[in-house]
């Protein structure tokens, strides 16, 4: 199956820098690749998704990009805000299953 | 349009005991999952269903079992006998089905197993 290695486990930046989370993939099959921001004591919830067609999709300060021939796919946040302090996990999926990473801590320190 | 609910939001079991955790949904998607998310784990699937009537394990099917009725709006996550080992807190997730799997979160049950 599917597996997912998602680095580094924590990251703490001040605010204004950016912020790269990045993730790996086993399965050439998985063709979508979202990414979810948790924060504390609520659900995950989807920020940006790219699809395997795709190379780099950008909403606002937040972009991620897909290198299918490395397999592996990275999120980017510029100008960091204290909001954006949360749990990230990038996922992928080949079918009706995703795959999460295992989460990474992100700081972000005014 | 609350989206994906979950009952109950708390609860604290003793070893031994069972429950149902209820997941339901007003999108009529017809995918739906039950994670378990504990520390460090990241989310990790239990049981999902592909439609009314249909039922799947993931990767953590041990100690669970599901039913999706004819009601396809519901999933029902049951522990027969818990375990301290099923101290969690447990998600549902629902997605359209097509060939891309969006999923969407419910806001999780926080369960504790004494």
């Known amino acids: 199956g599917e597996n997912v290695e998602q680095h580094p486990s924590t990251l703490s930046v001040q605010e204004g820098d950016s912020a790269v989370i990045k993730c790996t993939y086993s399965d050439s099959a998985s063709n979508y690749f979202p990414w979810y921001k948790q924060e504390l004591g609520k659900r995950p919830q989807l920020i940006i998704d790219?699809?395997?067609?795709?190379g780099e999709k950008k909403d606002q300060r937040i972009a991620v990009t897909l290198n299918k021939t490395a397999k592996h796919f990275s999120l980017h946040i510029t100008e960091t805000q204290p909001e954006d302090s949360a749990v990230y996990f990038c996922a992928a999926s080949g079918s009706y299953q995703l795959t999460f990473g295992k989460g990474t801590k992100l700081s972000v320190i005014p | 349009n609350a989206g994906v609910t979950q009952t109950p939001k708390f609860r604290v079991l003793k070893t031994g005991q069972s429950m149902t955790l209820l997941c339901a949904q007003d999108?009529?998607?017809?995918?739906m999952y039950w994670y378990r998310q504990d520390p460090g784990m990241g989310l990790r699937l239990i049981h999902y269903?592909?439609?009314?009537?249909?039922?799947?394990k993931g990767e953590v099917p041990d100690g669970y079992n599901v039913s999706r009725l004819k009601k396809k709006q519901n999933f029902l996550l049951g522990l027969e006998s818990a375990a301290p080992s099923q101290t969690s807190v447990y998600f549902c997730?629902?997605?359209?089905?097509?060939?891309?799997?969006?999923?969407?979160f419910g806001p999780g049950t926080r369960l504790t197993v004494l």
């Open positions: 999108m009529n998607h017809e995918y």
């Open positions: 269903s592909v439609g009314e009537g249909t039922t799947a």
């Open positions: 997730a629902i997605s359209a089905g097509d060939r891309y799997n969006e999923q969407f």
């Open positions: 790219i699809r395997s067609n795709v």
